[in-house]
C-alpha cells in the first residue's frame, strides 16, 4: 500500500520546518510528502527547497495563489497529485510521533476512514521548540494541556479504539482515508471559502457513501503547535453548505477533486 501524506500550510515556515523534521524521523516512511500550500510567501517554498536538498523524502510543493482561506481547494489540489492507495491528512503546525505513519498505516481499513486526536502544546511550551528545534516530545514533556494524549500504546489502543458514525471531534489535522472513497464523493467542495466546516462536510458524504468512521487512541500521536485561533467569519455562510449535506443525504459534491484529476 502506497501511502501519501498531504500537510496543509500557510505562512508558517518555521512550523513547517518542525512537522519536516518529524518526518524524517519515522519508522515507517511515507511514499510521499505532498504540501498544500495555501498561498504562502517566498519563505515557505525557501524552507521545502532546502529541506528537500537534505532529504531523501520524496516532498511535492502543491501552491495556489492567496485569494484568502481556501484548504478545501488546496487539499484538492494535493491530493489529485498524489499516487498513494493511502491518504493521511495533516496540518502545518503537526509535529509527528515516530511512529504516527507506521499507526496510520497499521489502522488502514477497506470501508473506513480513521480520525486520528492530538496533544495541545502551551504557547510557551511550542516558542521553546521552534527557537530549540525541537520534534521529540514525551508523557513528561513541559508545557502539554492533555498529558493522557501523550500515550503511545499499542494494547490501549486495541482497547479504546472505536468503530462508530458521527460527526464530533473531525478534524483533518490527523485522518486519513483510502484515495479511492474520496474520489468517490469529489473530494473537498471547493466552495468551501474562509474557517470551518469543510472537514465536516467531507465526512458527511463519506459516511452517506457507506464509509465508516474508525476513531484511534493511544496510536498516531501528533503534537499540536500553539497558534491564534482563525477568524470565524465564513462560519455562518459554511453552516449552510453542511447543513445542507446532512438534510439532503448528499453522497457528491459538484465542485470538488474532479475539477483537478
Same mark, same amino acid.
Given at each position: 500500500?502506497?501511502?501519501?501524506? #498531504? ?7 518555521d ?5 519536516? @523534521?518529524s518526518?524524517?524521523?519515522q ?8 504540501? $498544500?500550500? /495555501? ?7 525557501t524552507?521545502i @527547497? ?8 520524496n #516532498? ?5 495563489k ?12 494535493? &491530493?489529485?497529485?498524489?499516487s498513494g492507495?493511502? #491518504?493521511?491528512?495533516i ?13 496510520? $498505516?497499521?489502522? $488502514? ?13 502551551t504557547q ?5 521548540a521552534?527557537?530549540e ?7 513528561f ?9 501523550t &500515550?503511545h ?6 482497547l479504546?479504539?472505536k468503530?462508530k458514525?458521527?460527526?464530533r471531534g473531525?478534524?483533518?489535522? %490527523? ?5 479511492? /472513497?474520496? &474520489?468517490?464523493?469529489?473530494g473537498f467542495?471547493? /466552495?468551501?471559502?474562509?474557517?470551518? @466546516? ?9 459516511l %452517506? %457513501? ?10 498516531a #500521536?501528533?503534537?499540536h ?10 462560519l ?8 445542507d449535506?446532512?438534510?439532503? /443525504? ?5 465542485n470538488? &477533486?474532479?475539477?483537478?484529476l
Amino acid at each position: 500500500m502506497r501511502v501519501s501524506l #498531504i500537510i496543509t500550510t500557510y505562512n508558517r515556515p518555521d512550523a513547517l520546518l518542525l512537522v519536516l @523534521r518529524s518526518i524524517r524521523l519515522q519508522t515507517l516512511m511515507p511514499n510521499e510528502v505532498i504540501i $498544500a500550500d /495555501d498561498g504562502s510567501s517566498n519563505d515557505t517554498k525557501t524552507i521545502i @527547497r532546502d529541506f528537500q536538498k537534505i532529504s531523501d523524502l520524496n #516532498i511535492i510543493h502543491s501552491w495556489q495563489k492567496d485569494n484568502g482561506f481556501r484548504v478545501a481547494k488546496s487539499r484538492n489540489k494535493a &491530493i489529485a497529485q498524489s499516487s498513494g492507495d493511502y #491518504i493521511i491528512l495533516i496540518d502545518g503546525d503537526m509535529i509527528l510521533h515516530p511512529k504516527f505513519i507506521e499507526d496510520h $498505516a497499521n489502522n $488502514a481499513e477497506l470501508g473506513y476512514f480513521v480520525q486520528g486526536s492530538r496533544v495541545l502544546l502551551t504557547q510557551s511550551a511550542t516558542q521553546d521548540a521552534l527557537v530549540e528545534m525541537r520534534v521529540n516530545f514525551s508523557p513528561f514533556s513541559q508545557g502539554i494541556q492533555n498529558r493522557k494524549n501523550t &500515550i503511545h500504546s499499542n494494547f490501549l489502543s486495541k482497547l479504546f479504539s472505536k468503530k462508530k458514525n458521527y460527526l464530533r471531534g473531525i478534524k483533518t489535522c %490527523n485522518m486519513a482515508f483510502f484515495k479511492q /472513497d474520496c &474520489i468517490g464523493v469529489n473530494g473537498f467542495n471547493n /466552495d468551501f471559502e474562509g474557517w470551518g @466546516r469543510e472537514d465536516s462536510e467531507f465526512i458527511v458524504r463519506l459516511l %452517506n %457513501n457507506g464509509i465508516n468512521r474508525k476513531n484511534i487512541r493511544f496510536n498516531a #500521536i501528533q503534537f499540536h503547535l500553539w497558534h491564534n485561533e482563525n477568524t470565524r467569519t465564513s462560519l455562518k455562510q459554511n453552516d449552510i453548505l453542511l447543513q445542507d449535506a446532512i438534510d439532503n /443525504d448528499l453522497q457528491w459534491c459538484d465542485n470538488g &477533486i474532479n475539477r483537478y484529476l
